[in-house]
């Protein structure tokens, strides 16, 4: 093997650019070249190849998204798609592919594994930190400080008018976000889908916020079905609690943009380092990842369709110091 491949798919995260940037660098030590595939699996369907040296990755650290951009890609998930793909990497001689991404981007890429025998690894790549196998995904230190911030400058404003506010946050089906931001930020309440609340606990648990006489009350919601969403739960709240002035804010897609954190570089740096390494040792079909500051190899089926569970002892811990 001389070449490896690498991407970013899926939903992009502060880091990524950090990630490539450590999978060239290593790669280039180790001997192999390096090649940069543009718009995720689109880009090995359309052959958008570009070569990536050590210093094509010069000064991207620090940058949010991705400099190889992301996109979603229908014809990928046919047979006809996968067989474009694989001949592409064939051609170039491509040995391995590196896959930045998340759930669905490893689906993706283990079944180009397995029906066209191209070697994989994959790295957690999402805000959400909803994948087992790693303590944190690349991405997940930056929105939460980015929520943080947001909450931060939305208490001051909730303080001065005495309002009460519903933040919405993202996570999906995971309430990483969520718990860990409402923590801290001393929300009165967070509603996840971990822990669902009826409406009427929640509106007896902001009954006896209020009566405590705070200036503010601030709650904050994963998004999400299961949740329902700042919007519903606002629509419901309304009859009661409309005397107070009630303001939703959605943050939104704010969280996955900015320069990721330095535990979300080093985390970033370490992951593409670790990839390159399985590579070389002849791994495929793994996902590499950080436990208790260990790497850990995990093969990459045995994520599918298992959601990190949060850390319960955090929001029993939340619930006293609220």
Do not use: W
């Not at 798609?81 to 689906?107: M, P, Q, T």
């Not at 909450?151 to 005495?162: F, L, M, P, S």
């Not at 506010?165 to 309430?175: A, D, I, N, P, Y």
């Not at 900015?258 to 590579?279: M, N």
């Amino acid at each position: 093997m001389k070449k490896i491949a690498v991407l970013t798919s899926g939903g992009d995260s502060p880091g990524m650019n950090a990630a490539v940037r450590a999978v060239t660098r290593t790669a280039c030590h180790f001997g192999y070249e390096v090649i940069g595939v543009e718009k995720g699996f689109n880009g090995l369907i359309s052959a958008d190849f570009r070569r990536l040296g050590k210093t094509d990755v010069s000064g991207i650290i620090q940058r949010g998204g991705t400099i190889l951009r992301s996109a979603r890609s229908e014809e990928f998930r046919t047979p006809e798609g996968r067989v474009k793909a694989a001949k592409n990497l064939k051609s170039e001689k491509v040995g391995a592919l590196v896959v930045i991404g998340g759930d669905g981007s490893f689906r993706g890429a283990t079944i180009l594994a397995e029906e066209h025998g191209i070697e994989v690894v994959g790295i957690p790549g999402t805000i959400d930190n909803d994948l087992i196998g790693s303590d944190e995904t690349i991405g997940y230190d930056t929105a939460l400080n980015t929520a943080m911030d947001a909450i931060d400058n939305i208490r001051d404003t909730a303080d001065a008018h005495e309002r009460l506010f519903l933040v919405e946050v993202m996570g999906r089906h995971s309430g990483f976000i969520a718990l860990e931001t409402g923590i801290a930020t001393g929300a009165e309440l967070i509603i996840l889908p971990e822990a669902l609340k009826k409406t009427e606990e929640i509106k007896s648990s902001l009954r006896n916020t209020m009566q405590g006489k705070k200036r503010s009350t601030l709650v904050v919601i994963a998004e999400g079905e299961e949740t329902g969403g700042a919007v519903r739960i606002s629509s419901e709240l309304e009859e009661d609690f409309g005397k107070y002035e009630m303001k939703v804010c959605i943050l939104g897609h704010i969280q996955r943009g900015g320069s990721p954190t330095a535990r979300d570089r080093v985390l970033s740096s370490r992951l593409g380092y670790e990839a390159v390494k399985a590579i070389y040792s002849g791994k495929t079909k793994v996902m590499v990842g950080i436990v208790n500051n260990e790497v850990k190899i995990t093969p990459i089926e045995n994520t599918f369709g298992k959601i990190k569970q949060i850390n319960f002892d955090l929001l029993e811990m939340y619930k006293i110091l609220r």
